[in-house]
Protein backbone atom coordinates (compact mmCIF):
# COMPACT_ATOMS: atom_id res chain seq x y z
CA UNK A 1 0.00 0.00 0.00
CA UNK A 2 3.04 2.48 0.83
CA UNK A 3 4.81 1.65 -2.21
CA UNK A 4 1.87 2.44 -4.23
CA UNK A 5 1.35 5.90 -2.38
CA UNK A 6 4.59 7.33 -2.30
CA UNK A 7 5.29 5.82 -6.06
CA UNK A 8 2.69 7.94 -7.06
CA UNK A 9 4.07 10.88 -4.98
CA UNK A 10 7.20 10.49 -6.81
CA UNK A 11 5.85 9.79 -9.97
CA UNK A 12 3.67 13.63 -9.67
CA UNK A 13 7.10 15.42 -8.28
CA UNK A 14 9.05 13.89 -11.82
CA UNK A 15 5.97 15.28 -14.01
CA UNK A 16 6.63 18.57 -12.37
CA UNK A 17 9.89 18.60 -13.51
CA UNK A 18 9.12 18.16 -17.21
CA UNK A 19 9.35 20.95 -19.73
CA UNK A 20 5.39 21.39 -20.17
CA UNK A 21 4.63 21.07 -16.38
CA UNK A 22 7.65 23.74 -15.67
CA UNK A 23 5.96 25.96 -17.59
CA UNK A 24 2.27 25.92 -16.04
CA UNK A 25 4.07 25.94 -12.76
CA UNK A 26 5.92 28.47 -13.48
CA UNK A 27 2.53 30.35 -14.04
CA UNK A 28 1.00 29.68 -10.69
CA UNK A 29 1.55 32.85 -8.43
CA UNK A 30 1.44 32.92 -5.01
CA UNK A 31 -1.84 34.35 -5.05
CA UNK A 32 -3.25 31.54 -6.53
CA UNK A 33 -1.35 28.45 -4.58
CA UNK A 34 -2.60 31.05 -1.04
CA UNK A 35 -6.04 31.02 -2.54
CA UNK A 36 -6.47 27.32 -3.29
CA UNK A 37 -4.88 26.39 -0.19
CA UNK A 38 -7.27 27.89 1.29
CA UNK A 39 -10.20 26.42 -0.69
CA UNK A 40 -8.48 22.85 -0.31
CA UNK A 41 -8.62 23.90 3.43
CA UNK A 42 -12.20 24.50 3.63
CA UNK A 43 -12.83 21.44 1.36
CA UNK A 44 -11.28 18.97 3.78
CA UNK A 45 -13.23 20.95 6.64
CA UNK A 46 -16.55 20.27 5.25
CA UNK A 47 -15.91 16.96 4.01
CA UNK A 48 -14.35 15.94 7.54
CA UNK A 49 -17.70 17.13 9.23
CA UNK A 50 -19.61 14.60 7.12
CA UNK A 51 -17.32 11.89 8.28
CA UNK A 52 -17.91 12.53 11.93
CA UNK A 53 -21.18 11.93 10.74
CA UNK A 54 -20.68 8.51 10.50
CA UNK A 55 -19.32 8.21 14.10
CA UNK A 56 -21.38 9.50 17.06
CA UNK A 57 -18.99 8.03 19.22
CA UNK A 58 -15.98 10.47 17.62
CA UNK A 59 -18.54 13.70 18.00
CA UNK A 60 -18.93 12.88 21.81
CA UNK A 61 -15.53 11.88 21.70
CA UNK A 62 -14.51 15.63 20.98
CA UNK A 63 -16.83 17.33 23.07
CA UNK A 64 -19.92 17.57 20.99
CA UNK A 65 -23.53 16.89 21.44
CA UNK A 66 -24.71 15.68 17.40
CA UNK A 67 -26.88 12.46 17.32
CA UNK A 68 -25.92 12.53 21.53
CA UNK A 69 -28.60 9.69 21.28
CA UNK A 70 -26.73 7.24 19.00
CA UNK A 71 -23.69 5.04 18.90
CA UNK A 72 -21.70 4.07 15.50
CA UNK A 73 -23.02 1.46 13.36
CA UNK A 74 -20.90 -1.41 13.26
CA UNK A 75 -22.53 -3.50 10.70
CA UNK A 76 -20.72 -4.32 7.58
CA UNK A 77 -22.85 -2.37 5.49
CA UNK A 78 -22.21 1.24 7.55
CA UNK A 79 -18.79 0.27 6.71
CA UNK A 80 -19.23 0.21 3.21
CA UNK A 81 -21.53 2.81 3.21
CA UNK A 82 -18.61 4.78 4.75
CA UNK A 83 -15.44 3.60 2.30
CA UNK A 84 -18.18 4.16 -0.84
CA UNK A 85 -18.21 7.71 0.52
CA UNK A 86 -14.65 8.04 0.89
CA UNK A 87 -14.13 7.07 -2.47
CA UNK A 88 -16.32 9.85 -3.91
CA UNK A 89 -14.61 12.53 -1.35
CA UNK A 90 -11.17 11.53 -2.45
CA UNK A 91 -12.55 11.61 -6.06
CA UNK A 92 -13.71 14.99 -5.97
CA UNK A 93 -10.86 16.58 -4.16
CA UNK A 94 -8.28 15.61 -7.19
CA UNK A 95 -11.19 16.79 -9.89
CA UNK A 96 -11.16 20.11 -8.23
CA UNK A 97 -7.67 20.60 -6.65
CA UNK A 98 -4.12 20.58 -8.40
CA UNK A 99 -1.50 19.73 -5.98
CA UNK A 100 0.60 21.96 -8.13
CA UNK A 101 -1.10 25.00 -6.61
CA UNK A 102 -1.00 24.31 -3.13
CA UNK A 103 1.77 25.44 -0.33
CA UNK A 104 3.24 22.97 1.10
CA UNK A 105 0.76 22.60 3.97
CA UNK A 106 -2.15 21.94 1.95
CA UNK A 107 -0.19 19.33 -0.25
CA UNK A 108 0.48 17.01 2.63
CA UNK A 109 -3.48 17.62 3.70
CA UNK A 110 -3.90 16.74 0.27
CA UNK A 111 -1.59 13.68 0.60
CA UNK A 112 -3.27 12.44 3.40
CA UNK A 113 -6.46 12.59 2.74
CA UNK A 114 -5.68 10.61 -0.40
CA UNK A 115 -3.87 8.13 1.88
CA UNK A 116 -6.71 7.73 4.29
CA UNK A 117 -8.83 6.21 1.77
CA UNK A 118 -5.80 2.95 0.51
CA UNK A 119 -5.76 2.54 4.07
CA UNK A 120 -9.66 1.85 4.46
CA UNK A 121 -9.58 -0.04 1.14
CA UNK A 122 -7.15 -2.36 3.02
CA UNK A 123 -8.79 -2.69 6.08
CA UNK A 124 -12.59 -3.38 4.33
CA UNK A 125 -10.93 -6.36 2.19
CA UNK A 126 -10.20 -7.89 5.80
CA UNK A 127 -13.42 -6.39 7.58
CA UNK A 128 -13.98 -9.90 9.24
CA UNK A 129 -10.98 -10.57 10.79
CA UNK A 130 -10.28 -8.14 13.71
CA UNK A 131 -10.67 -10.16 16.88
CA UNK A 132 -14.58 -9.45 19.28
CA UNK A 133 -12.38 -9.00 21.92
CA UNK A 134 -8.97 -8.56 23.16
CA UNK A 135 -6.71 -8.11 26.14
CA UNK A 136 -7.58 -4.53 25.56
CA UNK A 137 -11.01 -5.21 25.46
CA UNK A 138 -13.51 -4.86 23.26
CA UNK A 139 -16.90 -2.98 23.23
CA UNK A 140 -18.10 -4.71 26.17
CA UNK A 141 -15.52 -2.82 28.14
CA UNK A 142 -15.33 -0.16 26.16
CA UNK A 143 -18.99 1.49 25.08
CA UNK A 144 -19.25 1.36 28.98
CA UNK A 145 -16.26 3.06 29.95
CA UNK A 146 -16.82 5.56 27.07
CA UNK A 147 -20.58 6.50 28.63
CA UNK A 148 -18.84 7.01 32.16
CA UNK A 149 -15.99 8.92 31.22
CA UNK A 150 -16.90 10.92 27.94
CA UNK A 151 -20.76 11.36 28.11
CA UNK A 152 -21.22 14.45 29.17
CA UNK A 153 -24.37 15.34 31.11
CA UNK A 154 -25.30 18.92 31.28
CA UNK A 155 -29.29 18.72 31.48
CA UNK A 156 -32.03 16.60 31.10
CA UNK A 157 -32.03 15.60 27.45
CA UNK A 158 -28.41 15.19 27.70
CA UNK A 159 -29.21 12.45 30.85
CA UNK A 160 -31.97 11.14 28.52
CA UNK A 161 -29.32 10.85 25.67
CA UNK A 162 -27.50 8.80 27.77
CA UNK A 163 -30.01 6.23 28.65
CA UNK A 164 -30.91 5.92 24.96
CA UNK A 165 -27.23 4.99 24.66
CA UNK A 166 -27.27 2.62 27.07
CA UNK A 167 -29.93 0.56 25.56
CA UNK A 168 -27.74 0.71 22.00
CA UNK A 169 -25.19 -1.18 23.65
CA UNK A 170 -26.96 -4.06 23.26
CA UNK A 171 -27.16 -3.43 19.45
CA UNK A 172 -23.74 -2.70 19.02
CA UNK A 173 -22.86 -6.27 20.70
CA UNK A 174 -25.34 -7.84 18.43
CA UNK A 175 -23.43 -6.65 15.37
CA UNK A 176 -20.02 -7.72 16.82
CA UNK A 177 -21.95 -10.92 17.62
CA UNK A 178 -22.65 -11.07 13.90
CA UNK A 179 -19.34 -10.35 12.50
CA UNK A 180 -17.68 -12.62 14.78
CA UNK A 181 -20.25 -15.37 13.74
CA UNK A 182 -19.43 -14.91 10.16
CA UNK A 183 -15.69 -14.62 10.81
CA UNK A 184 -16.16 -18.41 12.58
CA UNK A 185 -18.16 -19.72 9.37
CA UNK A 186 -14.49 -19.25 7.58
CA UNK A 187 -12.63 -20.53 10.67
CA UNK A 188 -11.69 -16.84 12.16
CA UNK A 189 -11.69 -17.09 16.19
CA UNK A 190 -9.88 -15.62 18.92
CA UNK A 191 -7.79 -17.21 20.81
CA UNK A 192 -10.03 -19.61 23.36
CA UNK A 193 -8.48 -17.93 26.18
CA UNK A 194 -9.55 -14.55 24.77
CA UNK A 195 -13.47 -16.55 25.19
CA UNK A 196 -13.66 -16.52 29.13
CA UNK A 197 -11.55 -13.53 29.37
CA UNK A 198 -14.60 -11.32 27.50
CA UNK A 199 -16.90 -13.24 29.64
CA UNK A 200 -15.99 -12.49 32.86
CA UNK A 201 -15.46 -9.16 32.09
CA UNK A 202 -19.40 -8.58 30.31
CA UNK A 203 -20.17 -10.33 33.65
CA UNK A 204 -18.48 -7.63 35.70
CA UNK A 205 -20.03 -5.00 33.85
CA UNK A 206 -23.59 -6.47 34.43
CA UNK A 207 -22.78 -7.32 38.07
CA UNK A 208 -24.54 -5.16 41.00
CA UNK A 209 -27.10 -2.89 41.04
CA UNK A 210 -29.73 -2.42 39.41
CA UNK A 211 -28.87 -5.92 37.69
CA UNK A 212 -28.26 -7.67 41.15
CA UNK A 213 -28.08 -7.15 44.89
CA UNK A 214 -24.98 -5.45 46.47
CA UNK A 215 -23.31 -2.23 45.56
CA UNK A 216 -24.01 -0.24 42.63
CA UNK A 217 -22.60 -1.50 39.32
CA UNK A 218 -19.73 1.07 37.51
CA UNK A 219 -22.23 2.40 34.98
CA UNK A 220 -25.30 2.38 36.75
CA UNK A 221 -23.35 4.72 39.63
CA UNK A 222 -22.43 6.91 36.75
CA UNK A 223 -25.47 7.20 35.53
CA UNK A 224 -26.93 7.99 38.98
CA UNK A 225 -24.31 10.71 40.39
CA UNK A 226 -24.62 12.43 36.96
CA UNK A 227 -28.67 12.70 37.83
CA UNK A 228 -27.82 13.36 41.40
CA UNK A 229 -25.83 16.75 39.77
CA UNK A 230 -28.72 17.78 37.77
CA UNK A 231 -31.07 17.56 40.92
CA UNK A 232 -28.57 19.26 42.94
CA UNK A 233 -27.94 22.16 39.96
CA UNK A 234 -31.45 22.70 39.57
CA UNK A 235 -31.62 21.43 36.29
CA UNK A 236 -34.15 18.51 37.13
CA UNK A 237 -36.86 18.14 39.79
CA UNK A 238 -36.64 15.29 42.06
CA UNK A 239 -39.64 13.88 40.75
CA UNK A 240 -37.92 13.89 37.54
CA UNK A 241 -34.48 12.57 38.70
CA UNK A 242 -36.76 9.93 40.00
CA UNK A 243 -38.08 8.93 37.04
CA UNK A 244 -34.38 9.38 34.78
CA UNK A 245 -32.97 7.07 37.44
CA UNK A 246 -36.15 4.37 36.76
CA UNK A 247 -35.85 4.98 33.23
CA UNK A 248 -32.00 4.03 33.24
CA UNK A 249 -32.57 1.18 35.57
CA UNK A 250 -35.03 -0.12 32.52
CA UNK A 251 -32.67 0.45 29.95
CA UNK A 252 -29.67 -1.43 31.72
CA UNK A 253 -31.74 -4.50 32.98
CA UNK A 254 -34.87 -4.70 30.08
CA UNK A 255 -32.12 -3.85 26.86
CA UNK A 256 -28.70 -3.65 27.99
CA UNK A 257 -28.13 -6.86 30.35
CA UNK A 258 -29.95 -9.26 27.85
CA UNK A 259 -27.46 -8.11 24.72
CA UNK A 260 -24.67 -9.13 27.55
CA UNK A 261 -26.67 -12.06 28.00
CA UNK A 262 -26.58 -13.17 24.16
CA UNK A 263 -22.63 -12.03 24.00
CA UNK A 264 -21.94 -14.21 26.75
CA UNK A 265 -23.91 -17.35 25.58
CA UNK A 266 -22.31 -16.76 22.09
CA UNK A 267 -18.90 -16.64 23.56
CA UNK A 268 -19.82 -20.04 25.35
CA UNK A 269 -21.61 -21.66 22.41
CA UNK A 270 -18.50 -21.17 20.27
CA UNK A 271 -15.35 -21.88 22.49
CA UNK A 272 -15.52 -25.29 21.90
CA UNK A 273 -14.78 -25.00 18.30
CA UNK A 274 -11.18 -23.91 19.83
CA UNK A 275 -8.08 -25.39 20.66
CA UNK A 276 -6.01 -24.83 23.55
CA UNK A 277 -3.05 -23.77 22.41
CA UNK A 278 -3.26 -19.54 21.44
CA UNK A 279 -2.01 -19.26 18.15
CA UNK A 280 -1.35 -16.30 15.42
CA UNK A 281 -2.45 -15.00 12.54
CA UNK A 282 -1.10 -16.35 10.24
CA UNK A 283 -2.65 -19.84 11.37
CA UNK A 284 -5.62 -18.70 10.56
CA UNK A 285 -7.38 -18.70 6.84
CA UNK A 286 -6.11 -15.78 4.63
CA UNK A 287 -3.88 -14.60 8.41
CA UNK A 288 -0.53 -14.17 6.65
CA UNK A 289 -2.50 -11.60 4.10
CA UNK A 290 -3.98 -10.03 7.15
CA UNK A 291 -0.68 -9.81 9.03
CA UNK A 292 1.13 -7.94 6.38
CA UNK A 293 -2.14 -6.07 5.65
CA UNK A 294 -1.81 -5.45 9.63
CA UNK A 295 1.83 -3.97 9.64
CA UNK A 296 1.16 -1.87 6.69
CA UNK A 297 -1.70 0.11 8.04
CA UNK A 298 0.19 0.00 11.92
CA UNK A 299 3.48 1.07 10.91
CA UNK A 300 2.88 3.10 7.72
CA UNK A 301 5.42 1.46 6.14
CA UNK A 302 6.29 -1.23 3.94
CA UNK A 303 8.48 -3.15 6.41
CA UNK A 304 7.79 -6.85 6.34
CA UNK A 305 7.14 -9.52 9.35
CA UNK A 306 11.15 -10.68 8.76
CA UNK A 307 12.65 -7.34 8.46
CA UNK A 308 10.36 -6.17 12.02
CA UNK A 309 11.77 -9.76 13.28
CA UNK A 310 15.60 -8.89 12.80
CA UNK A 311 15.26 -5.01 13.45
CA UNK A 312 13.95 -6.39 17.59
CA UNK A 313 16.56 -9.06 17.60
CA UNK A 314 19.37 -6.42 17.30
CA UNK A 315 17.43 -3.93 19.09
CA UNK A 316 17.62 -6.88 22.32
CA UNK A 317 20.80 -7.03 21.94
CA UNK A 318 22.00 -3.53 22.02
CA UNK A 319 19.85 -2.43 25.12
CA UNK A 320 21.16 -5.93 26.55
CA UNK A 321 24.49 -4.41 26.45
CA UNK A 322 22.91 -0.95 27.99
CA UNK A 323 21.37 -2.81 30.85
CA UNK A 324 24.94 -4.48 32.16
CA UNK A 325 26.26 -1.35 31.97
CA UNK A 326 23.50 0.18 34.65
CA UNK A 327 23.44 -2.65 36.45
CA UNK A 328 26.89 -2.64 36.93
CA UNK A 329 26.21 1.29 38.44
CA UNK A 330 23.86 0.13 41.40
CA UNK A 331 26.76 -2.09 42.60
CA UNK A 332 24.95 -5.44 41.98
CA UNK A 333 26.64 -8.22 42.09
CA UNK A 334 25.36 -11.26 39.64
CA UNK A 335 24.24 -11.95 36.30
CA UNK A 336 21.72 -9.58 34.32
CA UNK A 337 19.10 -12.90 34.66
CA UNK A 338 19.74 -12.52 38.76
CA UNK A 339 19.18 -8.48 38.61
CA UNK A 340 16.15 -9.25 36.54
CA UNK A 341 14.78 -11.26 39.53
CA UNK A 342 15.72 -8.97 42.12
CA UNK A 343 13.79 -6.49 40.68
CA UNK A 344 10.59 -8.31 40.51
CA UNK A 345 11.09 -10.11 43.83
CA UNK A 346 12.91 -7.87 46.22
CA UNK A 347 9.43 -5.51 47.96
CA UNK A 348 11.17 -2.48 48.00
CA UNK A 349 10.95 -1.99 44.56
CA UNK A 350 7.01 -2.09 44.83
CA UNK A 351 4.37 -0.15 47.04
CA UNK A 352 2.22 -2.63 48.99
CA UNK A 353 -0.86 -4.18 47.85
CA UNK A 354 -3.34 -2.14 49.88
CA UNK A 355 -5.14 1.46 49.33
CA UNK A 356 -2.61 3.28 50.71
CA UNK A 357 -0.15 1.86 48.63
CA UNK A 358 -2.45 2.38 45.10
CA UNK A 359 -2.71 6.17 46.70
CA UNK A 360 1.27 6.55 46.30
CA UNK A 361 1.41 4.99 43.09
CA UNK A 362 -0.55 7.56 41.66
CA UNK A 363 0.81 10.41 43.79
CA UNK A 364 4.88 9.48 42.89
CA UNK A 365 2.79 9.53 38.92
CA UNK A 366 1.14 13.34 39.19
CA UNK A 367 4.77 14.46 41.28
CA UNK A 368 7.14 13.01 38.49
CA UNK A 369 4.47 14.78 35.52
CA UNK A 370 5.02 17.89 38.09
CA UNK A 371 8.51 18.00 37.98
CA UNK A 372 8.51 17.47 33.87
CA UNK A 373 5.80 20.16 33.17
CA UNK A 374 8.35 22.83 34.83
CA UNK A 375 11.19 21.45 32.42
CA UNK A 376 9.19 21.63 28.93
CA UNK A 377 9.64 25.09 28.06
CA UNK A 378 13.77 24.06 27.59
CA UNK A 379 13.00 21.78 24.98
CA UNK A 380 9.28 22.54 23.52
CA UNK A 381 8.46 25.99 22.05
CA UNK A 382 4.69 24.42 21.20
CA UNK A 383 2.75 23.66 24.57
CA UNK A 384 -0.39 22.10 25.46
CA UNK A 385 -2.96 24.16 27.06
CA UNK A 386 -4.73 20.73 28.25
CA UNK A 387 -4.56 19.96 31.51
CA UNK A 388 -3.96 16.42 32.36
CA UNK A 389 -4.85 14.00 35.10
CA UNK A 390 -3.44 10.30 36.57
CA UNK A 391 -6.36 8.18 37.41
CA UNK A 392 -7.29 4.43 38.28
CA UNK A 393 -8.83 1.94 35.63
CA UNK A 394 -12.39 1.16 36.46
CA UNK A 395 -12.83 -1.76 38.51
CA UNK A 396 -14.60 -3.89 35.42
CA UNK A 397 -12.23 -3.37 33.13
CA UNK A 398 -9.11 -3.28 35.21
CA UNK A 399 -6.63 -6.58 34.32
CA UNK A 400 -3.73 -7.55 36.75
CA UNK A 401 -0.41 -6.11 34.99
CA UNK A 402 -2.33 -4.41 32.28
CA UNK A 403 -0.69 -1.70 30.30
CA UNK A 404 -1.30 1.92 31.39
CA UNK A 405 -2.63 3.50 28.88
CA UNK A 406 -4.05 7.78 27.69
CA UNK A 407 -7.10 8.95 26.71
CA UNK A 408 -7.24 12.19 25.19
CA UNK A 409 -9.30 14.83 26.60
CA UNK A 410 -11.80 17.03 24.22
CA UNK A 411 -10.35 19.59 21.70
CA UNK A 412 -12.23 22.32 23.70
CA UNK A 413 -10.31 21.47 26.75
CA UNK A 414 -13.71 20.44 28.43
CA UNK A 415 -12.31 16.86 29.63
CA UNK A 416 -8.88 16.93 30.65
CA UNK A 417 -6.46 13.86 29.07
CA UNK A 418 -6.38 10.98 31.39
CA UNK A 419 -3.66 8.94 32.11
CA UNK A 420 -4.94 5.30 33.45
CA UNK A 421 -3.25 2.83 35.53
CA UNK A 422 -3.64 -0.67 36.48
CA UNK A 423 -3.48 -0.85 39.93
CA UNK A 424 -5.86 -4.03 41.38
CA UNK A 425 -2.27 -6.40 41.64
CA UNK A 426 0.99 -3.83 43.11
CA UNK A 427 3.43 -6.59 42.58
CA UNK A 428 2.74 -6.10 38.82
CA UNK A 429 3.69 -2.52 38.86
CA UNK A 430 7.06 -1.57 39.67
CA UNK A 431 8.23 1.82 41.24
CA UNK A 432 11.68 1.72 39.24
CA UNK A 433 9.22 1.41 36.00
CA UNK A 434 6.77 4.31 37.33
CA UNK A 435 8.69 7.51 35.49
CA UNK A 436 9.02 6.16 32.41
CA UNK A 437 5.74 4.84 32.44
CA UNK A 438 4.19 8.43 33.08
CA UNK A 439 6.70 10.16 30.79
CA UNK A 440 4.92 7.95 27.77
CA UNK A 441 1.91 8.46 28.90
CA UNK A 442 1.66 11.80 30.11
CA UNK A 443 4.73 14.17 29.20
CA UNK A 444 6.49 14.91 27.20
CA UNK A 445 4.55 11.72 25.43
CA UNK A 446 1.12 11.18 24.77
CA UNK A 447 -0.68 14.27 26.07
CA UNK A 448 1.61 16.51 25.19
CA UNK A 449 1.34 15.43 21.55
CA UNK A 450 -2.19 14.90 21.19
CA UNK A 451 -2.95 17.93 23.03
CA UNK A 452 -0.89 20.10 20.87
CA UNK A 453 -2.15 18.65 17.81
CA UNK A 454 -5.90 19.03 18.94
CA UNK A 455 -4.89 22.61 19.34
CA UNK A 456 -3.19 23.36 16.38
CA UNK A 457 -4.81 26.31 14.31
CA UNK A 458 -4.28 27.15 10.04
CA UNK A 459 -4.72 23.21 9.31
CA UNK A 460 -7.72 21.41 8.29
CA UNK A 461 -9.41 19.81 11.05
CA UNK A 462 -8.96 16.21 10.38
CA UNK A 463 -5.12 17.01 10.57
CA UNK A 464 -5.83 17.76 14.35
CA UNK A 465 -7.72 14.39 14.83
CA UNK A 466 -5.42 12.13 12.71
CA UNK A 467 -4.32 9.22 14.68
CA UNK A 468 -1.44 7.09 13.16
CA UNK A 469 -0.26 4.53 15.54
CA UNK A 470 3.54 4.45 14.49
CA UNK A 471 3.68 8.19 14.96
CA UNK A 472 2.16 8.70 17.94
CA UNK A 473 3.35 5.80 20.03
CA UNK A 474 7.10 6.19 18.57
CA UNK A 475 6.55 9.60 19.81
CA UNK A 476 5.87 8.71 23.34
CA UNK A 477 8.75 6.16 23.89
CA UNK A 478 11.02 8.90 22.06
CA UNK A 479 9.79 10.69 24.68
CA UNK A 480 11.20 8.35 27.37
CA UNK A 481 14.19 8.59 25.96
CA UNK A 482 14.27 12.68 26.08
CA UNK A 483 13.46 12.29 29.54
CA UNK A 484 16.99 11.44 30.02
CA UNK A 485 18.54 13.71 27.77
CA UNK A 486 16.61 16.56 29.76
CA UNK A 487 17.80 15.50 32.97
CA UNK A 488 15.22 13.29 34.63
CA UNK A 489 15.98 9.40 35.07
CA UNK A 490 19.13 10.16 36.85
CA UNK A 491 19.42 7.54 39.48
CA UNK A 492 20.20 4.02 38.08
CA UNK A 493 16.77 2.07 38.65
CA UNK A 494 15.41 4.80 37.60
CA UNK A 495 17.38 4.49 34.27
CA UNK A 496 17.36 0.96 34.00
CA UNK A 497 13.57 1.46 34.04
CA UNK A 498 13.81 3.50 31.06
CA UNK A 499 15.69 0.98 29.57
CA UNK A 500 13.77 -2.09 30.51
CA UNK A 501 10.81 0.36 28.60
CA UNK A 502 12.45 0.23 25.90
CA UNK A 503 13.59 -3.81 25.97
CA UNK A 504 9.73 -3.81 26.33
CA UNK A 505 9.42 -2.43 23.31
CA UNK A 506 12.08 -4.02 21.40
CA UNK A 507 11.05 -7.40 22.40
CA UNK A 508 7.28 -6.46 20.59
CA UNK A 509 9.19 -6.36 17.64
CA UNK A 510 10.39 -10.02 18.05
CA UNK A 511 7.51 -11.49 19.80
CA UNK A 512 4.71 -9.92 17.46
CA UNK A 513 6.11 -11.33 14.44
CA UNK A 514 7.43 -14.27 15.97
CA UNK A 515 3.69 -15.57 17.60
CA UNK A 516 1.96 -13.95 13.48
CA UNK A 517 4.28 -15.03 10.92
CA UNK A 518 6.48 -17.64 12.33
CA UNK A 519 4.88 -20.06 14.49
CA UNK A 520 5.93 -19.27 18.08
CA UNK A 521 3.62 -20.32 20.94
CA UNK A 522 2.74 -18.59 23.78
CA UNK A 523 4.85 -20.11 26.49
CA UNK A 524 7.77 -19.60 24.15
CA UNK A 525 6.76 -16.04 23.76
CA UNK A 526 6.57 -15.46 27.69
CA UNK A 527 9.92 -17.18 28.02
CA UNK A 528 11.86 -14.67 25.52
CA UNK A 529 10.08 -11.86 27.73
CA UNK A 530 11.16 -12.98 30.76
CA UNK A 531 14.45 -14.43 29.26
CA UNK A 532 15.20 -10.54 28.22
CA UNK A 533 13.61 -7.90 30.41
CA UNK A 534 13.10 -7.41 34.29
CA UNK A 535 8.91 -7.07 34.01
CA UNK A 536 6.97 -8.87 36.61
CA UNK A 537 5.49 -12.15 35.01
CA UNK A 538 1.55 -11.26 35.44
CA UNK A 539 2.78 -7.90 33.37
CA UNK A 540 4.86 -10.41 30.51
CA UNK A 541 1.41 -13.05 30.71
CA UNK A 542 -0.85 -9.68 29.71
CA UNK A 543 1.35 -8.15 27.39
CA UNK A 544 1.93 -11.47 25.42
CA UNK A 545 -2.08 -12.41 25.46
CA UNK A 546 -2.18 -8.22 24.32
CA UNK A 547 0.25 -9.15 21.06
CA UNK A 548 -2.31 -12.32 20.22
CA UNK A 549 -5.29 -10.60 20.14
CA UNK A 550 -4.08 -7.01 18.65
CA UNK A 551 -1.95 -8.19 15.36
CA UNK A 552 0.86 -5.61 14.40
CA UNK A 553 -0.31 -3.06 16.85
CA UNK A 554 2.37 -3.57 19.50
CA UNK A 555 5.22 -2.92 16.41
CA UNK A 556 4.55 0.85 16.16
CA UNK A 557 6.57 1.86 18.86
CA UNK A 558 10.26 0.46 18.46
CA UNK A 559 9.56 1.50 14.20
CA UNK A 560 7.95 5.02 15.25
CA UNK A 561 10.91 6.06 18.12
CA UNK A 562 13.59 4.61 15.52
CA UNK A 563 12.41 7.03 13.05
CA UNK A 564 11.82 9.90 15.07
CA UNK A 565 15.24 9.55 16.79
CA UNK A 566 16.88 9.29 13.18
CA UNK A 567 15.68 12.30 12.08
CA UNK A 568 16.74 14.28 15.50
CA UNK A 569 20.12 12.59 14.68
CA UNK A 570 20.45 13.96 11.15
CA UNK A 571 19.35 17.56 12.22
CA UNK A 572 21.38 17.61 14.85
CA UNK A 573 24.60 16.44 12.16
CA UNK A 574 23.22 18.65 9.69
CA UNK A 575 23.04 21.51 11.79
CA UNK A 576 25.66 21.40 14.33
CA UNK A 577 25.53 24.22 16.74
CA UNK A 578 22.25 25.50 14.97
CA UNK A 579 20.71 22.57 16.32
CA UNK A 580 17.90 23.53 18.47
CA UNK A 581 15.32 21.20 20.28
CA UNK A 582 12.67 23.13 20.26
CA UNK A 583 12.80 24.20 16.75
CA UNK A 584 12.99 20.48 16.38
CA UNK A 585 10.11 18.84 18.22
CA UNK A 586 7.92 21.86 16.90
CA UNK A 587 8.45 20.71 13.52
CA UNK A 588 7.87 17.00 14.54
CA UNK A 589 4.51 18.10 16.05
CA UNK A 590 3.76 20.89 14.49
CA UNK A 591 2.17 19.25 11.73
CA UNK A 592 -0.14 16.49 13.69
CA UNK A 593 0.29 13.01 13.88
CA UNK A 594 1.18 11.54 10.45
CA UNK A 595 2.24 8.65 8.59
CA UNK A 596 6.31 7.81 8.96
CA UNK A 597 6.86 8.41 5.52
CA UNK A 598 5.17 11.72 4.88
CA UNK A 599 6.90 13.15 8.57
CA UNK A 600 10.22 12.05 7.20
CA UNK A 601 9.82 14.51 4.30
CA UNK A 602 8.10 17.23 6.27
CA UNK A 603 11.60 17.08 8.33
CA UNK A 604 13.94 17.03 5.62
CA UNK A 605 12.38 20.12 3.92
CA UNK A 606 12.88 22.22 7.01
CA UNK A 607 15.95 20.60 7.25
CA UNK A 608 16.65 22.44 4.04
CA UNK A 609 15.34 25.56 4.49
CA UNK A 610 17.37 25.59 7.83
CA UNK A 611 20.77 25.29 6.43
CA UNK A 612 20.20 27.75 3.59
CA UNK A 613 19.01 30.58 6.33
Known amino acids: MMRKIFAATAFMALAACSPAKKAETAAVTPEVIAQTSKDLNAFLDSEYEKALQFSPESLTSQGRKDQYDKLDDRSQEASQKELEWRRQSVADMKAKFDPAKLDEEAHTSYDVWAYLLNRDEDQNKFWLYPYLAGELGGDHTGLPQFLITQHRVDDKSDMEAYISRVGLIATALDQDIDRAKAAAEKGIRMPRFMYDQAADEAKKVTTGAPFTKGPDSALFADGEAKIKALKDGGKVTAQEADQLTADLAKAMTGTMKPGYDRFIAWLKADEPNTTPDAKGVGALPGGADWYNAALAFQTTTDMTADQIHELGLSEVKRIRGEMEAVKDKTGFKGSLQDFFKYLRTDKKFYYPNTDAGREAYLQQARD ?246
Open 368 to 613: DLDAMQAKLPEYFGILPKAKLIVKRVEAFREVPGGAQHYEEGTPDGSRPGTFYVHLSDMNAEPKYQLADIAYHEGLPGHHLQISIQQELTGLPKFRTQSFYTAYVEGWALYAEALAKEMGFDSDPYDDFGRLSGEMWRAIRLVLDTGIHSKGWTQEQAVQYFIDNSPNPEASIRSEVRRYITSPGQATCYKIGMITIRRLRDEAKAQLGDKFDYRAFHDVVLGGGALPLPVLEARVHRWLEKQKAA
